[in-house]
């Protein structure tokens, strides 16, 4: 991307989401907040359509006079979000600071580099497997907040390594998904979203996703990385 080109950045928080219409590195041409939706019960599907309107409207607030070249997301980290084989929501959209943790203990997962394993998607599996026992877990699509809404814009189950580490089942030391991890809570690795770089271009905006967020069909959608990684690149605390 060029310096000049325009860039729509999102942050998608556990308290709002907000979005920046970007011109350069320190142009800013729009902002927007959105309050995070709240409707997250087990279950219920409505809360997969109340994010998705959550963010698209920010997305669409700073792009009424100005279409990005490019979007880019950093997401809150951990969380549960699975889709069928058809690419379809299934089950609840739970965010990683709502501990859902099964009573039965927890698979170790100090591997991923997760700092509290209550958050990953691994422990929300395990929860919804001991609470339903007709729960087949090798029957969905594993990911988070951010793999839910980087599928939603481009059709692609698509993870950074940062965010696939909150999950729970990364292996930072092998710098993918964890052999162990995978065999200990009966998950194949096809179930895990891809894992690129954030700098990395997934995928373009669908039509249906373009209409909602005001933005041109095809846009292209960079991988972006969670809010905490997102936070020391921003502030210069990186190595």
Not at 40 to 45: F, P, V
Not at 49 to 61: P, Q, R
Not at 101 to 122: Q, T, Y
Not at 205 to 230: I, K, M, Q, R, Y
Request: proline letters at 5%.
């Amino acid at each position: 991307m060029s310096e000049n080109q325009i860039i729509c950045a999102v942050d998608v928080g556990s308290t709002f989401i907000k979005a920046t219409l970007r011109n350069g590195v320190d142009n800013v041409i729009a902002r927007s907040s959105v309050p995070y939706p709240r409707d997250t019960a087990e279950g219920d599907l409505r809360a997969h359509d109340s994010l998705w309107i959550a963010f698209t409207s920010a997305i669409h607030e700073v792009c009424v006079n100005h279409k990005p070249d490019a979007i880019i997301i950093s997401c809150q980290m951990a969380g549960l979000s699975m889709i069928d084989d058809n690419g379809m929501s299934i089950g609840p959209l739970i965010p990683g600071v709502d501990m859902r943790i099964p009573r039965n203990g927890m698979v170790d997962v100090r591997a991923s580099g997760c700092g509290d394993e209550a958050v990953s998607a691994v422990a929300k599996l395990l929860w919804l497997a001991e609470i339903n026992p007709a729960f087949d877990i090798r029957k969905v699509r594993i990911g988070g907040i951010k793999e839910f809404l980087l599928q939603r814009l481009t059709g692609r189950w698509v993870t950074d390594p940062a965010s696939a580490s909150s999950t729970g089942f990364y292996s930072v030391a092998q710098q993918g998904w964890s052999a162990q991890t995978l065999k200990a809570t009966n998950v194949m690795a096809s179930q895990l979203p891809d894992i690129e770089e954030m700098g990395t271009i997934v995928g373009r905006v669908l039509l249906a996703a373009a209409e909602s967020c005001g933005v041109h069909v095809g846009t292209p959608v960079f991988c972006g990385l969670g809010d905490g990684p997102a936070a020391n690149i921003s502030c210069g605390a990186i190595g």
